[in-house]
T-cell receptor, first 117, second 114 residues
Framework: AQSVTQPDIHITVSEGASLELRCNYS??????LFWYVQSPGQGLQLLLK??????LVQGIKGFEAEFKRSQSSFNLRKPSVHWSDAAEYFC???????????????FGAGTRLAVHP | DTAVSQTPKYLVTQMGNDKSIKCEQN?????MYWYKQDSKKFLKIMFS???????INETVPNRFSPKSPDKAHLNLHINSLELGDSAVYFC?????????????FGPGTRLTVL
């Protein structure tokens, strides 16, 4: 079955520290992977996505993610966290719908990031 | 300009009522979606429409009926609201609805059923 697991429900880091948010997926075919961020009371904004090619992808706001097929992982990283990065982060895999042929996103449960000053 | 917009932003209603949420996208996309985010922040797809045609229906109760009058609009009507329908509902759109398409999300509608 298709699924996405984000093992960390809540992470707290100090401002300026590095960050890594974990994501593991289960999908039978080639995965198409996404990271979205949801700020409090806001909708979801795409940070980055992986379809093929270079396994290290760069996104907005200084984020990057690395696809590791052998580990079924797509972890999100940032070298230095800013207070404005406090938000909920969602990893997702693009999958075909039950009808076939069209995309649906399967989301992980999210990781809430808190940033200490 | 807002790419994907939803109205209303907040909706508070009584059990048993019927309500609608509207979604509009000005991105020229062919595919639109409804997702539900529950109280634990878990997001799950409900419906997807491509060119006004229903493509995905993820075992959602019949009380939920999406309607797409044109490619730019996908509305969600909910009959006989129940307490468990309380959630944040997100609309999204993508260019063609393929595997690799990026989905753009609206700001969400927070529905509270009392």
């Amino acid at each position: 079955a298709q699924s996405v697991t984000q093992p960390d429900i809540h992470i707290t880091v100090s401002e300026g520290a590095s960050l890594e948010l974990r994501c593991n997926y289960s999908y039978g075919a080639t995965p198409y992977l996404f990271w979205y961020v949801q700020s409090p009371g806001q909708g979801l904004q795409l940070l980055l996505k992986y379809f093929s090619g270079d396994t290290l992808v760069q996104g907005i706001k200084g984020f990057e993610a690395e696809f590791k097929r052998s580990q079924s992982s797509f972890n999100l990283r940032k070298p230095s966290v800013h207070w404005s990065d406090a938000a909920e982060y969602f990893c997702a895999v693009g999958a075909r719908g039950l009808s076939g042929g069209y995309n649906k996103l399967i989301f992980g449960a999210g990781t809430r990031l808190a940033v200490h000053p | 300009d807002t790419a994907v917009s939803q109205t209303p932003k907040y909706l508070v209603t009584q059990m048993g009522n019927d309500k609608s949420i509207k979604c509009e996208q000005n991105l020229g996309h062919d595919t639109m979606y409804w997702y539900k985010q529950d109280s634990k922040k878990f997001l799950k797809i409900m419906f997807s429409y491509n060119n006004k045609e229903l493509i995905i229906n993820e075992t959602v109760p019949n009380r939920f009926s999406p309607k797409s009058p044109d490619k730019a609009h996908l509305n969600l009507h909910i009959n006989s609201l129940e307490l468990g329908d309380s959630a944040v509902y997100f609309c999204a759109s993508s260019q063609e609805g393929g595997h690799t398409d990026t989905q753009y999300f609206g700001p969400g509608t927070r529905l509270t059923v009392l």
